[in-house]
């Protein structure tokens, strides 16, 4: 029996809802674990963020003189070394009445605190710079990167072997928490003694034996096979040069702002051991995998622990791989991921964003980081990009959701009608276009729709128009 029901032969697509109007689950929200209070004596975050504010000034100065002096861009600010080319240095010595040397120290700090962000030859203003008289989370969070870039903010001893420095620094992590602990002057004695014996553990966890016949026992070398106490001086010094502690009079004192970002670093360890779905030690795949039945909040959650285990690079490159995968979804949850990543993760989309499977969620990615409100970042993909992300996200949809998800994601194609957005699917080339074709036609209760949208798939798939 035909139906008499009259259609509308356009087709047109309903613009989505807006995100209020969708219903919320307010019974299946988890209780939220109360947040971890500072140490007692912690200053207020408002009174650290003046703290880390008065300490970055003269980074900030050479930064502001740059967007102003160097203009949009800051062409020519670099060597490709993410230093500042001579010429440039020699400009903004003179402009601020410096020397070059402290102009170049100024802006190496900056560089480390995110305030300038250098790419290549060019240079541009960081968004903690836009954010810094406003923002005290901004401020803090520029400082703290600071603070783990200490071992790159002061010259190291050049007379000292490149591994026993990389072993005082993976060391000092261990000394700051016993100088947090301590909440006073510690002698340097004292810190070299455990210095020392955290050393010696990390190069008998490093220890291997040989395969094969020995003749004797390897042993783990001794701790007093290196000199530590000129690498312990050099160490101490580079933190106080971030202000993270003072030192002097044989003894080292962590200042208020080195004692919270210490306390921070601690509780990142704690969050990382208490993994809220259990997948800290899993790799990135089958994280992303686990998470993707979560809540965002939850799934932010699991991406902040993960990273928190494991170093900031080679976790962005688990990421990225696991995103040029087969599955859509977990491209999708990859991006979302590195979202928490924030800025360490910036050089690595930046350079996948000629993939042109990876393109479209690298271009949202960067301009949300540029500061583009997220509800308007999709602005910057073209008509094309936009389609090919249509098509991977319904590819998503069709391997891991529901019938109704698939047919409400027809909402969200910029497309103002079906057969434009058919015409638009058949052209962009995704590797998945047929199988998502197939999975609308089949899921959606319209015949007339349902039906060109089979047509469209049997000519995708035949090559035909």
């Not at 300490?55 to 670099?78: M, N, Q």
């Not at 960081?126 to 954010?131: I, P």
């Not at 998800?405 to 962009?428: G, I, Y």
Request: one cysteine or more; aromatic letters at 4%.
């Amino acid at each position: 029996m035909t139906s008499r029901i009259p259609r509308d032969s356009r087709l047109r697509l309903v613009r989505p809802r807006p995100l209020a109007a969708a219903p919320t689950a307010v019974n299946q929200r988890r209780p939220r674990r109360p947040a971890p209070r500072p140490p007692e004596g912690t200053p207020a975050p408002a009174e650290l963020a003046r703290m880390a504010r008065s300490h970055l000034a003269a980074a900030a100065r050479v930064a502001r003189w740059a967007d102003v002096a160097l203009g949009p861009g800051s062409d020519g600010a670099g060597d490709g070394k993410a230093t500042l080319a001579d010429t440039t240095a020699e400009r903004a010595a003179g402009d601020l009445g410096l020397t070059a040397a402290q102009v170049r120290a100024d802006w190496d700090t900056a560089r480390l605190a995110g305030l300038v962000e250098v790419h290549g030859d060019s240079a541009r203003p960081g968004w903690r710079l836009r954010a810094w008289d406003r923002d005290d989370s901004a401020v803090l969070r520029g400082w703290v990167a600071l603070f783990d870039a200490w071992s790159l903010a002061y010259p190291e001893p050049a007379d000292h072997e490149p591994a026993a420095v990389a072993e005082v620094v993976s060391a000092m992590p261990q000394v700051l928490s016993f100088l947090q602990l301590s909440a006073g002057p510690v002698p340097v004695e004292q810190l070299l003694d455990l210095l020392e014996q955290r050393v010696t553990e990390l190069r008998t966890e490093r220890c291997e034996i040989p395969y094969g016949p020995q003749p004797e026992p390897a042993e783990p070398p001794r701790s007093g096979d290196t000199p530590l106490a000129p690498l312990l001086d050099w160490a101490l010094h580079a933190l106080a040069s971030v202000g993270a502690l003072t030192y002097g009079d044989g003894h080292a004192t962590l200042t208020p702002l080195g004692s919270w970002a210490v306390w921070v670093k601690l509780e990142q360890i704690c969050v990382a051991a208490q993994s809220p779905a259990g997948n800290i030690e899993a790799v990135a795949e089958e994280m992303l995998r686990g998470c993707a039945q979560l809540r965002p909040n939850a799934a932010r959650a699991e991406y902040r622990a993960w990273l928190a285990a494991r170093p900031v690079g080679s976790a962005v490159t688990e990421l990225i791989a696991a995103a040029r995968g087969d599955d859509a979804l977990l491209r999708g949850l990859a991006f979302e991921a590195l979202r928490v990543v924030g800025a360490p993760a910036e050089p690595d989309v930046r350079a996948v964003a000629e993939e042109p499977t990876l393109r479209p969620y690298a271009l949202l990615w960067l301009a949300e980081h540029d500061g583009a409100d997220a509800e308007d970042a999709h602005e910057v993909l073209t008509r094309q990009e936009a389609t090919w992300l249509w098509v991977d996200t319904a590819a998503a949809v069709a391997d891991h959701g529901e019938a109704p998800m698939l047919v409400r994601h027809l909402e969200s194609a910029v497309q103002p009608t079906v057969p434009m957005l058919l015409d638009e699917v058949r052209a962009v080339g995704h590797p998945r276009t047929v199988q998502v074709l197939v999975a609308l036609a089949a899921a959606h209760p319209d015949p007339a729709l349902a039906k060109a949208v089979r047509r469209a798939a049997f000519q995708v798939h035949t090559g035909g128009n």
